[in-house]
């Protein structure tokens, strides 16, 4: 089993920055897709953004588009989540999720608090 690792979160006031990261216990190009996703208080986990490892454009959230870019550093097996502009909305832990043919893998969330 995969290990994704999260950090990076905190609290923060509105349109302010966070950056998100997460480490990979493996080459990220082990991975077909890499991405983010987000649980709020009360709500279903929803994605924020994915990507295939092997290219292509980055699929975000409608909610989150021109604020959040996902970015990698292959060489070190990190992938990461640039947060600009937050909003109180944006509250919630964040996962980093892996997928394989076999499965699915997940960190253990990190928690992004705004306050307006």
């Known amino acids: 089993q995969a290990q994704l690792v999260e950090s990076g979160g905190g609290l923060v006031q509105a349109g302010g920055s966070l950056r998100l990261s997460c480490a990979a216990s493996?080459?990220?190009?082990?991975?077909?897709?890499m991405g983010w996703y987000r649980q709020a208080p009360g709500k279903q986990r929803e994605s924020v953004v994915s990507?295939?490892?092997?290219?292509?454009?980055?699929d975000y959230a409608d909610s989150v588009k021109g604020r959040f870019t996902i970015s990698r550093d292959n060489a070190n097996n990190m992938v990461y989540l640039q947060m600009n502009n937050l909003k109180p909305e944006d509250t919630a832990v964040y996962y980093c999720?892996?997928?394989?043919?076999?499965?699915?893998?997940w960190g253990q969330g990190t928690q992004v608090t705004v306050s307006s």
């Open positions: 999720k892996g997928t394989t043919r076999d499965r699915d893998y």
């Open positions: 493996r080459s990220i190009f082990s991975f077909n897709t």
């Open positions: 990507i295939a490892t092997r290219g292509g454009t980055p």
